[in-house]
């Protein structure tokens, strides 16, 4: 139990006072922390509701036995009981308890009587016992109520910090995606592609094969025609917006994602320019093709790009300097992104 997350009213309005995100790349890692604390809080909430569920079937449980025991012991004392009506209503006659209370008593008797006591001793051992059990009873009567307040309690207020960090999740990813909107990325009236921008699609990309992931999946950029995987989208066009600021212009795209069919295509009009189909970091939206200038190596644009593209996760890979040769071709990390 203590190991569950365990909201605070502090923590929530800790939630609650976060500072905004004042641009695009603090959005992105903004709306990445609180998609992750929503799937934490979530995953905390299940999980005391799977507790709570588990332990008020043991509870109960155990109260249904003690209710079957007390129907067994109600049914053990009826004999006392009659035994007691039986010695106060038998009549003083031969057959009777006369003989015994006279001194006249037989081994029949005598036998009987022995018998009696002996069915009184049981069933009065019987009798504490159910006055035991009553109290156990009323005890764990009582616990399971303290437990049962206690635990509506917490999934009370782990609910409340579900439902605080998913108000703030909705409004980061809605403020993320207006402001894609505003720097270009092109959607649909109902936004059906600014869903493919929001962070928490990232890691489901990852389920797809290379080369097959869904359209809906991916996040078009500024450049029209190409896409990439959520997050690549997202820094990449906050690594474009610093070109421009830098150039006066957006960055040049020639290729990005690439299907599995287009990557066959390309393998076999350009062997030894391309991945063995299935392979390649297009196939997984992690990947562009740059022109404008980047694509010469050493030039103004291609410097620029060595210098600061590792601050939006983006970089040149090493085998790409040289075999094969290819200056035009960049790769996004999250690892990196997450180190920034």
Same mark, same amino acid.
């Given at each position: 139990?203590?190991?569950?997350?365990?909201?605070?009213?502090?923590?929530?309005?800790?939630?609650?006072?976060?500072?905004?995100?004042?641009?695009?790349?603090?959005?992105?890692?903004?709306?990445?922390?609180?998609?992750?604390?929503?799937?934490?809080?979530?995953?905390?909430?299940?999980?005391?509701?799977?507790?709570?569920?588990?332990?008020?079937?043991?509870?109960?449980?155990?109260?249904?036995?003690?209710?079957?025991?007390?129907?067994?012991?109600?049914?053990?004392?009826?004999?006392?009981?009659?035994?007691?009506?039986?010695?106060?209503?038998?009549?003083?006659?031969?057959?009777?308890?006369?003989?015994?209370?006279?001194?006249?008593? &037989?081994?029949?008797?005598?036998?009987?009587?022995?018998?009696?006591?002996?069915?009184?001793?049981?069933?009065?051992?019987?009798?504490?016992?159910?006055?035991?059990?009553?109290?156990?009873?009323?005890?764990?009567?009582?616990?399971?109520?303290?437990?049962?307040?206690?635990?509506?309690?917490?999934?009370?207020?782990?609910?409340?910090?579900? &439902?605080?960090?998913?108000?703030?999740?909705?409004?980061?990813?809605?403020?993320?995606?207006?402001?894609?909107?505003?720097?270009?990325?092109?959607?649909?009236?109902?936004?059906?592609?600014?869903?493919?921008?929001?962070?928490?699609?990232?890691?489901?990309?990852?389920?797809?094969?290379?080369?097959?992931?869904?359209?809906?999946?991916?996040?078009?950029?500024?450049?029209?025609?190409?896409?990439?995987?959520?997050?690549?989208?997202?820094?990449?066009?906050?690594?474009?917006?610093?070109?421009?600021?830098?150039?006066?212009?957006?960055?040049?795209?020639?290729?990005?994602?690439?299907?599995?069919?287009?990557?066959?295509?390309?393998?076999?009009?350009?062997?030894?320019?391309?991945?063995?189909?299935?392979?390649?970091?297009?196939?997984?939206?992690?990947?562009? &093709?740059?022109? !404008?200038?980047?694509?010469?190596? !050493?030039?103004?644009?291609?410097?620029?790009?060595?210098?600061?593209?590792?601050?939006?996760?983006?970089?040149?890979?090493?085998?790409?300097?040289?075999?094969?040769?290819?200056?035009?071709?960049?790769?996004?990390?999250?690892?990196?992104?997450?180190?920034?």
């Amino acid at each position: 139990m203590a190991s569950l997350f365990v909201p605070t009213v502090e923590a929530r309005a800790q939630v609650q006072e976060r500072k905004d995100p004042s641009n695009l790349t603090e959005l992105r890692k903004e709306a990445e922390r609180s998609a992750k604390e929503l799937e934490d809080a979530t995953k905390a909430l299940e999980q005391r509701r799977a507790t709570i569920a588990s332990s008020e079937k043991e509870l109960k449980s155990k109260l249904t036995t003690l209710q079957d025991m007390e129907q067994k012991l109600a049914t053990m004392r009826q004999p006392v009981a009659q035994m007691v009506e039986l010695l106060y209503e038998q009549p003083i006659v031969a057959n009777g308890v006369f003989p015994f209370l006279t001194g006249g008593a &037989d081994e029949h008797t005598l036998r009987a009587l022995s018998d009696a006591t002996q069915i009184v001793t049981v069933r009065q051992k019987a009798v504490e016992r159910t006055s035991l059990l009553t109290k156990e009873a009323e005890r764990l009567a009582g616990e399971a109520q303290e437990l049962r307040a206690g635990n509506l309690l917490a999934e009370a207020q782990l609910a409340a910090e579900v &439902d605080t960090l998913r108000q703030r999740s909705d409004k980061i990813v809605k403020s993320l995606t207006a402001a894609l909107v505003k720097l270009g990325i092109k959607v649909d009236k109902v936004g059906r592609a600014a869903l493919g921008c929001n962070p928490l699609r990232a890691a489901t990309a990852d389920q797809y094969p290379n080369g097959l992931i869904p359209q809906g999946m991916l996040c078009p950029l500024q450049q029209k025609g190409f896409s990439l995987r959520a997050d690549a989208t997202i820094a990449f066009v906050s690594l474009n917006e610093a070109f421009r600021r830098r150039f006066g212009k957006p960055m040049c795209v020639t290729d990005a994602y690439r299907s599995l069919a287009e990557q066959q295509s390309i393998y076999y009009r350009r062997p030894g320019f391309a991945a063995v189909p299935g392979r390649s970091n297009h196939g997984l939206g992690l990947a562009v &093709d740059l022109c !404008g200038g980047v694509e010469r190596s !050493g030039s103004t644009e291609f410097v620029w790009m060595e210098k600061n593209s590792k601050r939006y996760g983006w970089f040149h890979p090493s085998w790409a300097y040289s075999n094969p040769f290819e200056p035009w071709h960049w790769e996004y990390d999250p690892k990196i992104d997450k180190l920034l």
